[in-house]
């Protein structure tokens, strides 16, 4: 008989799981997926249920990664919320399998996990596609996103001014003291955007907030909401203008609005960049169009439980 599954709440995970660790585990990962090595690392295309009756949907991920001997899957529910609703928009949780046996080894929560592997990536686009300067750094959106995406951006770099704009003041005003830094506050996309070197894009937007006439030449776009079909975040100016890279071509290709819609092409994979098999175009505008993969997720999870068994 396998052992019981063992429960790793939010708190634990977000106690245990560091970038330091989690940011070079994903380049490896991101790496190996762009090689398509067959059985080395398998991830199917994430299934999505919509809950229409409820404005949301269930997205289901399994990932596994042969010579790590990492099997994970998660499930994660996200849902347009009413601005004034107090409930969340994402909840995840992260299933870690015995791969020989089958059994599961954890149940862990994936909420932390999502905010912070979501925000890694987005930082090692930002690592590999540098823009020249690395000043300014501008957040729209005032969420769980936006919040992870300052703790590990001003980790990596050293940025002398981070914006932040939201629809509402009072969100940004909360985000500003929920995060551990100075933060200016922007009453208009317009004015967080100019002159910005870095932008991340962490809205549940349906349509673009973000306009290309409105990025500085050169600047690196990480762009992480918009995980349909039909949502956009960013305007077809930008989309055209820019070199456009992505986690995975599949993701894109079939839950990307900004990219289906716009019909902008796909420069390359992050893991192509990592790999050497394409260049980091570093002098032209760059957009990372993130969609979330399930190793991400995998290899986060392995981290988490093995911080967990070390501490036993
Ligand atoms: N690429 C990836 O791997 C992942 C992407 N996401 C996406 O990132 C985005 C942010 O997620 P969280 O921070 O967890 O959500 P959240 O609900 O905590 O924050 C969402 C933010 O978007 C703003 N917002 C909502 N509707 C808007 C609109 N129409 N225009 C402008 N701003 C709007 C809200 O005011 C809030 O600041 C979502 O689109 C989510 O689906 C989330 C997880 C992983
Ligand atoms: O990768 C994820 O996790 C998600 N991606 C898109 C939106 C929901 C969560």
Known sequence: ????????????????????????????????????????????LRTIVPLQK??????????????????????????????????????????????????????????????????????????????????????LGSGLQAVSHYQVFTQMFSFTQVRVWSRRRERAEQFARAVAGPVTMCSSVKEAVEGADVIVTVTMAKEPVLQGEWVKPGAHVAAV??????????????????????DSREGASTESGDIILSGASVFAELGEVLNGTKP????????????????????????VFDQWKSQL
Not at 99 to 121: F, L, Q, S, W
Not at 225 to 246: F, I, K, N, Q
Not at 283 to 300: N, P, R, W, Y
Request: proline letters at 5%.
């Open 1 to 44: 008989m396998a052992e019981l599954p063992v429960l790793i709440t939010r708190e634990e995970v977000m106690r245990l799981l560091r970038y330091t660790d989690l940011i070079p585990k994903l380049e490896s990962a991101l790496a190996l997926f762009s090689k398509r090595s067959g059985a080395e690392l398998v991830q199917p």
């Open 54 to 139: 409820h404005n949301g949907f269930l997205g289901l991920m399994p990932a596994y990664i042969a010579h790590e001997d990492i099997l994970a899957a998660k499930m994660v529910s996200f849902y347009q919320r009413d601005p004034d609703s107090v409930l969340p928009a994402h909840q995840a949780t992260v299933l870690l399998f015995d791969p020989e046996r089958g059994n599961v080894k954890a149940v862990m929560d994936g909420t932390a996990i999502t905010e912070m592997r979501t925000a890694a990536v987005s930082a090692i686009s930002t690592k590999l596609l540098k823009p020249c300067r690395q000043e300014v750094l501008c957040i």
């Open 225 to 246: 909401g918009a995980c349909r079909p039909d949502w956009r975040e960013l305007d077809d100016v930008l989309m055209r203008d820019s070199v456009v890279y992505v």
């Open 280 to 303: 980091a175009l570093c002098e032209k505008t760059t957009v990372f169009k993130s969609l979330g993969m399930g190793i991400q997720d995998a290899v986060a999870a392995k981290l």
